[in-house]
DNA sequence: CTGTTATGAACCGATAGTGAACCAATCTAT
DNA sequence: ATAGATTGGTTCACTATCGGTTCATAACAG
């Protein structure tokens, strides 16, 4: 039988390891070679086997690292968020703004919905897209203010957000004509009307309707 | 052995920052060098990182600023979702985790459901009550899982993030009793039923049923 | 014998920190 | 208005510490 104390090392690395002696960084190759009383080669070996199952990252010049990145953690469930499919947005902005509407009609103050107004009018007067594009995410912004539902207002400003980034943009651009420009406005009034009339059921349906036509333009079809 | 230092560096005075130790201006490079006993370059490679992430602002000839938050940057957002009340919560819950739901009854993989059935069996045959805890979040979550919408299941890791401090955990326990417990399996069992059975209507149902007695025991009525 | 594994050593290239010099923008005092 | 001090920006040579690679050698199992 081969010694296999390369193995052997990796199974006690892999111990130290998850028994959180090294919080991110493993020591050098080097000293473990020492502690381990074994050849360097060996221990690189051992390395190189919990580097190849994910457990360690090696850089070459800094040092060897635990992967660790705890998948639950805020910032990662955001990365990964930044990868979002225009699709699978969609399909959230067609659950939760219509809710928004909703709650909207039911709780706004006549001062939110006079702030719903103005963006409406100023997006239906803007001359360029730009500014059109700037009024348009107010209006519904503002929609989301309305609900008095602080958590549901912070899920659209992130949904906001992701949108602002790469492949959004050019998505938009192409995306985007004069007659949809009017189109738009048009199912905006029709939601401004309802959430005045304070009718919940009559906002939901018409920006579910509204949204509708944006994932067809957005998404094509 | 590269220490590493910069990146100590970094959390250092981002820790000082926060802490409002320094109200706009921080101090000029080379003081800090000699406050943390280290070359010049080495602090402005700290600084470097604080600037990357927007914390920091640099204007050559004058100083190094602490940026004005951005309201509208992901850290922001996120930390005033922190403050979710539980009622604003309960009611995006009752939102998404229904369509979840209907999405999981079209989109599952057989596999996918017997994830689903066994995080449902094995709740239920939990003894004590961080185990039910602990398979209960499962079952939910592999129903997001299921969805087939990468968003939603993401959006679900944020609400359990945020569900998993301070002022719910005392929640949670308080609103607990064994009668409890088993009808919320039961409910889970009604839920598994219509996914296994493909019935995304019914799926939908059930599942906004068992969040209405969620809701109720959470939030007393 | 052959093939695998470990050894020990040397050398490479990448990265981090040091210390110092000099530039350019800005502010302050005269 | 001008001169000098202050501050961040840039570059450089140098050192030390890493991982990456290779190779000759020894030990051992089949």
Redesign the pocket.
């Known amino acids: 039988?081969?010694?296999?104390?390369?193995?052997d090392i990796a199974t006690a690395l892999r111990k130290r390891i998850s028994s959180g002696e090294w919080e991110d960084r493993?020591p050098?190759?080097?000293?473990l070679a020492g502690e381990f009383?074994?050849?360097?080669?060996?221990v690189?070996?051992a390395?190189g086997l919990l580097e190849e199952d994910g457990t360690l990252v090696?850089?070459?010049?800094?040092?060897?690292f635990v992967a660790a990145a705890d998948p639950n953690s805020m910032p990662a469930v955001f990365a990964r968020m930044e990868g979002t499919s225009p699709a699978d947005m969609m399909e959230i902005r067609l659950l939760l703004e219509p809710a928004a509407a909703g709650f909207a009609a039911t709780n706004a103050s006549a001062g939110e919905l006079n702030a719903v107004r103005d963006a409406y009018q100023t997006a239906c007067e803007a001359t360029d897209m730009p500014e059109f594009e700037h009024w348009d995410a107010e209006f519904h912004h503002r929609i989301f203010a309305c609900s008095r539902n602080e958590f549901l207002k912070e899920l659209h400003n992130l949904m906001r957000i992701l949108r602002n980034q790469s492949p959004w943009f050019e998505m938009k651009k192409r995306s985007f004509s004069e007659e949809r420009r009017q189109t738009y406005c048009v199912e905006h009034e029709a939601i401004l009307d309802r959430l005045l009339r304070r009718d919940p059921e009559g906002a939901r349906a018409a920006m579910l309707a509204h949204l509708q036509t944006v994932a067809r333009n957005l998404l094509g079809r």
């Open positions: 039988m081969p010694k296999l104390v390369a193995g493993i050098p190759e080097r000293d009383g074994v050849a360097r080669n060996t690189r070996r390395v090696r850089q070459v010049g800094r040092g060897t």
